[in-house]
């Protein structure tokens, strides 16, 4: 006759024992007394009126035993949704149990919905926290590699705080490669790193160890000045190089100038000192100096003028090369795009209509670095771009140094000196195509509407003619013999390769890209960061959100292309491979004396073993040469070169 399932089964003395052992808690424990194991008091306690906590072990001796009940119970209720949304998660054969570490449970009680973010987020901060990555099974991600399934462009929706909601992360970001290539949980970057955004306060945006700081000596603003047009302005040609001259000059003179002229000022100190301090290896005050310049910001007009606009972008440009600033990024851009809608420059404006010429290029100019702006931050997050094409006059401005647009004399003309402008027409014609991709292979939803691209009948077809555009592009970028610029020279080239990458892994309308396209795609991750390699070992190197970016998104890329594509694993060396990924862990190592995020992801254990797995096809070499690739690895070769501190 089978047993009732109410009636109590019969336990062994051992079984008795250890559960008694178990149940009891640590006041009974200590007095020896019989503890009947009641949630979330026992009797003896109860009666007692004292704390009850258990007794298993003395690192949970702090821990209430009500918290550990109220901690089952929330797994349980996570593992519930898990199963409703992740069904491909085998929760019975995932994680093994482990001894519970007080500090993690303390975290999780604290801030249980928080998680990590590996690429550039919502605030131009990358503010991490302790997650534990939900893995998919092996079979899962198989199929995941092979693109049988829309895993390509999973919705990513990241928490960045225990008092923030998710926020979204798109397929352009690279984060299904993440998800797919990155399996080990990582620790969280620093308490320091959480500190949320306040809008009321804008000192309190930027950290600082001394505050707001006075305009250093002329000599020395020179220098910073002079960095700002040499490594920032060929990029970003928001700024007329004789003007902001000129205001610097009248603000040492006489120190009375407008509002805008002093935030411009001291934006452009703020970050050719970024600049400096990255190539100089000395810290300079660019913090201080931005500081400074938001003790004007109140009074600018932003909102109805061009010169408050250019303050914007100065802003939003300090954001992107600065690790310590808690500006929103994403917002910054908008409002940039909100402020070009405003004042009319998605409109084709000539001299016709009665303006200068230096107006009409500035004009231009700003237009086309808030285009450019917005393609790259919406293409690393995943989202959609902010103004479409369709709805301005791509009028590329003329390719004349800042000299030639102003009543300047022959004399003056003839020993102006050049500040790239030919390097940023070509960097706006690039990020035309940027769109296109954004459009076609990042869209969600492929039936395009009859205003704007056409469907696309042969995807595979379009991609090949956009790759052969840029291919075209790179062979047109500009060289002067007289004056040759290696820095914007490596620019062009990095930003060509990037945009391959963003073209040739999988997206959306590509889930499953060919095998020329990923030979291709594991050629420019390559040469992406063997430019970075050169860009770095030559001091040329300006650590900023879009190379760090750059940097991982080529690795991940990598390692991608030889896991899901078995020509690719063919014919890549071992050597070759931990060599390549050595000089990425190289420059992460560097960049971590400027962004802690990237100390964090180059210190983080388990990179040899995703190397060793993806290279699993190959033969083996010998142990002894496989030992130092590894040692090369886990120590890049820089990381211990010296003691200097940025």
Known sequence: MPLDQSTPRRRGDSER???????????????????????????????????????????????PR????????????LETIIRQRC???????????????????????????TSILTSVTDTPQIVTETQQTIQPSEATQDQILVGNNASTHEIG????????????????????????????????????????????????????????????????AQRMSDAYFEFIHPQYPILHHQTTMDGIEHIYQSGNVSPATSFQVFMVLA?????????????????????????????????????????????????????????????LNYQCLAAVLDLGLQRNITVESGISLLEQEMRTRIFWVCILLDRTICTIMGRPIGLRDEACELRLPQEMEDAMLT????????SMKSFGIPYSVHLFRAAQINSEIKYVANSIVQEAPRYAYPPQTDIHGWQQNVLEQLDNWRANIPARAEQPDEFMQLVCQLRYHGLCLLLLRPSPAILKPTTYALVRCHKSAIESIK??????????????????????????TLLYCIKAEPEVAKVTQPDEL????????????????HWTAAKKVSGSAGGSRKIDSAVAAKPAKPRASTSRARAGWSYPRNARKSNIRY
């Not at 929760?91 to 449970?105: F, R, S, V």
């Not at 931990?578 to 004396?593: H, N, R």
Request: aromatic share 4%; proline share 5%.
């Open 17 to 63: 024992r250890q559960t008694r052992g178990k149940l009891a808690c640590l006041r009974c424990q200590r007095r020896k007394i019989r503890c009947d194991g009641d949630l979330p008091t026992c009797k003896n306690c109860r009666n007692a009126g004292a704390a009850c906590t258990d007794g298993l072990s003395a690192r949970l001796k702090d821990l």
């Open 66 to 77: 009500a918290e550990i009940s109220s901690l089952k119970s929330r797994v349980a209720w």
């Open 87 to 113: 069904p491909d998660v085998d929760l019975e054969n995932g994680q093994p149990h482990q001894d519970i570490d007080p500090a993690m449970l303390e975290m999780s009680t604290l801030e249980p919905e």
């Open 157 to 220: 929706m990241l928490s960045l705080g225990a008092s923030q909601d998710s926020r979204y992360i798109g397929p352009s970001s690279g984060y299904f490669l993440a998800r797919v290539m990155l399996s080990k949980s990582r620790e969280s970057i620093g308490d320091s790193e959480a500190a949320t955004f306040n809008v009321d306060i804008p000192g309190d945006l930027i950290e600082s160890c001394t505050g707001p700081l006075p305009l250093p000596p002329k000599r020395l």
């Open 271 to 331: 970050i050719g000192a970024t600049a400096l301090s990255m190539r100089s290896k000395a810290r300079l005050p660019a913090d201080s100096y931005c500081l400074a310049a938001l003790e004007t910001f109140g009074k600018i007009n932003i909102e109805n003028s061009l010169q408050g606009l250019q303050c914007l972008l100065l802003l939003l440009i300090f954001a992107l090369h600065s690790p310590s600033t808690r500006f929103n990024v994403w917002y």
């Open 407 to 414: 009543a300047a004399t022959p004399n003056s003309l003839s």
């Open 531 to 556: 430019l970075l390699n050169h860009m770095y070992r030559h001091n040329l190197l300006i650590h900023n959100w879009i190379t760090l970016h750059g940097l991982v998104l080529s690795v991940l």
């Open 578 to 593: 931990m060599a390549t990924t050595g000089s990425a862990l190289s420059i992460l190592s560097a960049s971590g004396e």
